[in-house]
């Protein structure tokens, strides 16, 4: 008997006349995956521990509940259009912001978005809210201009307090869009500089022990002359430069 294919993670679809998405659990992390979670948990500062959904239905539950509760403080995320015993549905909420960025020209609209993107973190932190995982690659925009939020299946707040997650939530994201900043220090920290005039939270001392906490990281990327290896490692190397000024 052939084994059947396995289904797409993530698959495009139509629900209800509309155009929506179906999402599908991974697998559930192995034994050695929970293990090697609690060893970190241990040996590293409660906000650099892994955040990663164990997998199963169980990230899909999540999110799903996540996403309800962003969209009741009004923030633009996917509609959970049906939860399933193995997948849920979620409406389209448009383009990739990544996959736009990389498709403009103009650096000024470019940075524009980059803004808005951290305008659209202020908002979610602003309703008492964390992310988890705030990349480029996990925000879409719509046809209407609109930034939303998706794959909301961490939760960094079961891990440690708000503030450190709000804290790690601007530093993924100053990482994520260093790739698209011509001037990283600076565009850096005019971002950062957006956060902490439009967000009433003060989350300052959670973000500086981040900096103190990362700091030998970006030391040895600097002393193996390594930061320009791939943008993620750029991404890390000039958020934590940034965050070290603090």
């Known amino acids: ?33 929970v293990i090697l979670h609690k060893i970190l948990q241990h040996i590293m500062p409660k906000v650099l521990h892994p955040t990663g959904a164990l997998g199963g239905m169980d990230a899909i539950r999540q999110e799903a509940k996540r996403l309800e509760i962003f969209d009741a403080a009004s923030l633009p995320v996917p509609k959970v259009l049906a939860l399933t015993e193995g997948s849920v549905v979620l409406s389209d909420t448009g383009k990739q912001l990544r996959g736009v960025l990389l498709g403009m020209a103009d650096a000024q609209l470019k940075f524009a978005m980059l803004e808005r993107a951290m305008r ?23 046809a209407d201009d609109t930034l939303h939020f998706l794959d909301l299946e961490e939760d960094p707040t079961a891990r440690m ?12 994201l100053l990482s994520s869009c260093t790739e ?18 439009e967000c009433q939270g003060d989350i300052s001392v959670n973000l500086s022990a981040l900096g103190r906490a990362l700091r030998p990281y970006r ?28």
């Open 180 to 197: 698209f900043c011509e001037e990283p220090f600076k565009d850096l920290n005019h971002l950062l500089d957006i956060y902490f005039s």
């Open 120 to 142: 659209g973190l202020v908002a979610v932190h602003a309703a008492g809210l964390s992310h988890g995982r705030p990349f480029l690659r996990d925000m879409t925009v719509d």
């Open 1 to 33: 008997m052939e084994t059947p294919p396995l289904l797409p993670r993530v698959e495009q679809t139509i629900f209800d006349g509309q155009p929506a998405w179906i999402k599908r659990p991974e697998e559930t992390r192995s034994s050695r995956f």
């Open 161 to 172: 307090t708000l503030e450190d997650a709000q804290a790690r939530d601007v530093w993924l």
């Open 219 to 246: 030391r040895i990327i600097s002393v193996l002359r390594v930061k320009d290896v791939s943008k993620d490692v750029t991404g890390a190397y000039w958020s934590v430069r940034v965050l070290e000024d603090l």
